[in-house]
């Protein structure tokens, strides 16, 4: 079975500064998908960003970009620029990319309280 | 593009009651899943709809049962509620199995 874990509880940044939001994972598989969610207090979950384990590249999407480390299975999310709308509780996840019935489930991490400070 | 919408937003039961909740998904949304999210936790996989037939289930107990109907619209219904079952529960769905999901903002249930 995979896990994933975050270890830092809450973050916090002051607004215009940067900050790295920690993921690791364990799994036997090869071929998966790892995302970074934010979930505001309206409790939406909304994707910030996606990578493709076969994809050696880190992803981008504007001020947030990712580091992955395919062989120390860790996936780092980095805020850049921080706005005081980035306040909310972030979640690494993982997604099997084979077959079987865990194909699309997602596994999530406990999550991490990002607090902007003006 | 019309997202997922879930109902209620709110819902008190009490222990050992039933309770259903709704998701209605994005037009053309294959696949539908279920979450269930303690506070201050991460969410947990429930169940996953994929054409109306259930092809995944996490560690949850049988009394968790699921619907998904043709007009891409699904429910979740837990029997006999327990204390434990207070959370917040999400829907997400997606066009096919390999895509990114689209999640609802959920229904908080409490059970007293």
């Known amino acids: 079975a995979q896990t994933v874990t975050q270890s830092q509880p809450e973050m916090s940044v002051q607004e215009a500064e940067t900050v790295t939001l920690s993921c690791t994972y364990d799994?036997?598989?090869?071929?998966?998908?790892l995302f970074w969610y934010k979930q505001p207090p309206s409790r939406q979950m909304i994707l910030v960003i996606r990578?493709?384990?076969?994809?050696?590249q880190n992803a981008t999407e504007n001020r947030f970009s990712v580091n992955f480390q395919k062989a120390a299975k860790s996936f780092s999310l980095k805020i850049s620029d921080s706005q005081l709308g980035d306040a909310a509780m972030y979640f690494c996840?993982?997604?099997?990319?084979?077959?079987?019935?865990?194909?699309?489930?997602?596994?999530f991490g406990q999550g991490t309280i990002l607090t902007v400070h003006p | 593009e019309t997202g997922v919408t879930q109902s209620p937003t709110h819902l008190i039961k009490t222990r050992g009651q039933q309770v259903t909740l709704r998701c209605s998904s994005q037009?053309?949304?294959?696949?539908v899943s279920w979450y269930q999210q303690a506070l201050g936790q991460g969410p947990q996989f429930i169940f996953q709809?994929?054409?109306?037939?259930?092809?995944g289930r996490g560690n949850f107990p049988p009394r968790f049962s699921g619907l998904q109907f043709p007009n891409y619209s699904s429910e979740l219904n837990v029997n006999a509620l327990e204390l434990d079952d207070s959370a917040l529960y999400l829907c997400?769905?997606?066009?096919?199995?390999?895509?990114?999901?689209?999640f609802g903002s959920g229904t908080r249930l409490t059970v007293v």
């Open positions: 997400a769905s997606s066009l096919t199995r390999r895509d990114g999901y689209t």
């Open positions: 799994t036997s598989e090869s071929d998966y998908y």
């Open positions: 990578q493709e384990a076969y994809k050696q």
């Open positions: 996840a993982y997604r099997s990319a084979t077959g079987g019935t865990s194909y699309g489930k997602l596994t």
């Open positions: 037009s053309g949304h294959n696949t």
């Open positions: 709809y994929y054409r109306e037939e259930e092809n």
